[in-house]
């Protein structure tokens, strides 16, 4: 595991923590950008970045 990588893992995690969300064992979590009943946020640690299946909020944190 190359050292960038953990640093966008960690950077991605501090973003949520700051935002108090946790996303669940699949990587899903609430979303904060629109009225979420059911989580339809998904984080893609890998990549550093998120996708909301609900309203199309999508970026790079
Ligand atoms: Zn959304």
Known sequence: MEIRE???????????????LKPDRHHFLKCPFHNDEDPSLKIYPET???NCF???????N
């Open 6 to 20: 953990i640093k966008q893992k960690l950077r991605i995690e501090t973003v949520l923590a700051h935002y108090n």
């Open 48 to 50: 550093n970045t998120f």
């Open 54 to 60: 609900g309203c199309g909020a999508a970026g790079i």
